[in-house]
């Protein structure tokens, strides 16, 4: 579990504010849920024959004994929720919401056990045009952040349940074939949830699994025919994308579009975003049958794959900081700099506290990433004047009257 400090956190609040205008331009609203839930809705969701409900929920009793669990993933409780307040009765609701999920995997590079997700669950649409929309939003995003060229979409379609239940007998029969090759985790599984045999990381799995017979073959009709549309959706849209008949995704609620954007330059931990159908979920939680999908991005991985140089790093630092020399310039500049505040709402101003030398506040200014040092002394305070010191521009330095600094301020506010 990691701490984000101050010089980290711009390009969290960059990722997080590119999607929170995203969702606000697809018109999808948000949802904030509690952290913990009943352990037994992960158990019936998620399935119990999965990594992350077999090995990897933070689960405690608390003082009435009853078993909680830090939420792995935010899509049970989402259902949860929506059933309890009657939000996707006879309704379409399109949603999104964001926060910390807890894994306990063996942490390493992209891979932690408290995580941040931010994701969209949308109920009542049986698709494909509702699946289409959550990878143009997702490409979208890609491209607001500068990082489209990292990724690629990979699709796949699992079908009906019907469809998945007679490919399960084909499945089982050829891995049958392969028991002594297969490792413990997928002997096991082999028994209780065959398809998860090709979700395996194992890299002594892949050739098993690459000769595995596919699922597409299995599919039922209006599963394929749904396939299809939304491939010729994608492709007029021009979104190019490979379809990987492995891709089963690592939870039990899933059916026909599943999706996940990956990339190559976070070696192993490659899935920046995973997403897909839940038809039959809302009906397992005790609700009637609402088709349902969403999808899921990792801000950790997100943020890993940023480039630099792309960054719209000022937004995050001051415009100006107010450096006050003396007693009388410190008691005046908090009060001009509130003015300032007052006139010009998207000033982001640092104002100078705690005394010290001119020399040092200047220093402080320029450590502060400032465009511009704004500078009140004894001299200054005299003539009702202001000096205007330009940290990033080759600028001789200005003073100006303390009634114009507004008209200087605005220009420098409006470019970032
Ligand atoms: P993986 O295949 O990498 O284990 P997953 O299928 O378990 O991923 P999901 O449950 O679909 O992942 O979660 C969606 C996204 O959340 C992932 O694509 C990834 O970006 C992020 N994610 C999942 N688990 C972790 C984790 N332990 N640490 C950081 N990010 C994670
Ligand atoms: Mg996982």
Same mark, same amino acid.
């Given at each position: 579990?990691?701490?984000?400090?101050?010089?980290? !956190?711009?390009?969290?609040?960059?990722?997080?504010?590119?999607?929170?205008?995203?969702?606000?331009?697809?018109?999808?609203?948000?949802?904030?849920?509690?952290?913990?839930?009943?352990?037994?809705?992960?158990? #019936?969701?998620?399935?119990?024959?999965?990594?992350?409900?077999?090995?990897?929920?933070?689960?405690?009793? &608390?003082?009435?004994?009853?078993?909680?669990?830090?939420?792995?993933?935010?899509?049970?409780?989402?259902?949860?929720?929506?059933?309890?307040?009657?939000?996707?009765?006879?309704?379409?609701?399109?949603?999104?919401?964001?926060?910390?999920?807890?894994?306990?995997?063996?942490?390493?590079?992209?891979?932690? #056990?408290?995580?941040?997700?931010? $994701? +969209?669950?949308?109920?009542?649409?049986?698709? @494909?045009?509702?699946?289409?929309?959550?990878?143009?939003?997702?490409?979208?995003?890609?491209?607001?952040?500068?990082?489209?060229?990292?990724?690629?979409?990979?699709?796949?379609?699992?079908?009906?349940?019907?469809?998945?239940?007679?490919? #399960?007998?084909?499945?089982?029969?050829?891995?049958?074939?392969?028991?002594?090759?297969?490792?413990?985790? !997928?002997?096991?599984?082999? &028994?209780?949830?065959?398809?998860?045999?090709?979700?395996?990381?194992?890299?002594?799995?892949? %050739?098993?699994?690459?000769?595995?017979?596919?699922?597409?073959?299995?599919?039922?009709?209006?599963?394929?025919?749904?396939?299809?549309?939304?491939?010729?959706?994608?492709?007029?849209? $021009?979104?190019?994308?490979? +379809?990987?008949?492995?891709? =089963?995704?690592?939870? %039990?609620?899933?059916?026909?579009?599943?999706?996940?954007?990956?990339?190559?330059?976070?070696?192993?931990?490659?899935?920046?975003?995973?997403?897909?159908?839940? %038809?039959?979920? =809302?009906?397992?939680?005790? $609700?009637?049958? +609402? @088709?349902?999908?969403?999808?899921?991005?990792?801000?950790?991985?997100?943020?890993?794959?940023? %480039?630099?140089?792309?960054?719209?790093?000022?937004?995050?630092?001051?415009?100006?900081?107010? =450096?006050?020399?003396?007693?009388?310039?410190?008691?005046?500049?908090?009060?001009?700099?509130?003015?300032?505040?007052?006139?010009?709402?998207?000033?982001?101003?640092?104002?100078?506290?705690?005394?010290?030398?001119?020399?040092?506040?200047?220093?402080?200014? &320029?450590?502060?990433?400032?465009?511009?040092?704004?500078?009140?002394?004894?001299?200054?305070?005299?003539?009702?004047?202001? $000096?205007?010191?330009?940290?990033?521009?080759?600028?001789?330095?200005?003073? +100006? @009257?303390?009634?114009?600094?507004? &008209?200087?301020?605005?220009?420098?506010?409006?470019?970032?």
């Amino acid at each position: 579990m990691n701490d984000l400090g101050p010089e980290d !956190s711009p390009r969290w609040q960059f990722v997080e504010s590119e999607y929170r205008a995203l969702m606000a331009a697809y018109g999808y609203r948000e949802i904030r849920l509690p952290i913990v839930e009943k352990t037994e809705l992960f158990k #019936r969701s998620i399935g119990e024959v999965t990594d992350i409900v077999e090995k990897e929920m933070y689960t405690f009793e &608390d003082r009435n004994g009853d078993s909680l669990s830090l939420r792995p993933e935010g899509t049970a409780g989402c259902v949860r929720a929506a059933l309890q307040h009657g939000w996707i009765h006879n309704q379409v609701q399109r949603l999104w919401y964001g926060g910390p999920m807890f894994r306990h995997e063996r942490p390493q590079k992209g891979r932690y #056990r408290q995580f941040h997700q931010l $994701g +969209v669950e949308v109920f009542g649409l049986a698709g @494909p045009d509702i699946d289409a929309e959550l990878i143009f939003m997702t490409a979208r995003l890609w491209r607001q952040l500068g990082i489209a060229h990292k990724v690629r979409l990979e699709i796949n379609s699992l079908g009906s349940a019907e469809a998945r239940r007679a490919y #399960r007998d084909t499945l089982v029969a050829y891995l049958r074939e392969h028991e002594a090759e297969l490792d413990a985790d !997928s002997r096991r599984r082999l &028994d209780t949830n065959p398809l998860r045999v090709l979700d395996s990381k194992n890299p002594a799995m892949q %050739d098993i699994v690459a000769g595995a017979p596919s699922l597409l073959g299995a599919l039922d009709t209006e599963s394929r025919q749904s396939f299809d549309s939304l491939r010729r959706l994608l492709d007029a849209a $021009g979104i190019d994308y490979s +379809v990987n008949p492995r891709l =089963v995704r690592g939870l %039990d609620y899933y059916s026909r579009t599943v999706f996940e954007w990956v990339t190559e330059e976070l070696g192993a931990q490659g899935t920046v975003c995973a997403g897909g159908r839940y %038809d039959a979920l =809302v009906e397992q939680l005790g $609700g009637r049958p +609402v @088709p349902a999908i969403g999808f899921a991005l990792g801000i950790e991985r997100l943020v890993e794959l940023l %480039d630099e140089d792309r960054l719209p790093l000022a937004r995050y630092r001051p415009h100006a900081y107010l =450096v006050l020399a003396g007693e009388q310039a410190a008691a005046h500049g908090l009060r001009l700099a509130e003015q300032l505040r007052d006139a010009l709402p998207q000033l982001r101003l640092l104002t100078h506290c705690g005394g010290g030398s001119f020399k040092s506040q200047m220093k402080k200014a &320029d450590r502060s990433g400032a465009q511009l040092a704004l500078i009140l002394g004894e001299e200054e305070m005299a003539r009702n004047a202001i $000096g205007i010191k330009y940290l990033r521009e080759d600028r001789p330095q200005e003073t +100006v @009257p303390q009634a114009q600094l507004n &008209d200087i301020l605005a220009p420098v506010c409006a470019s970032a």
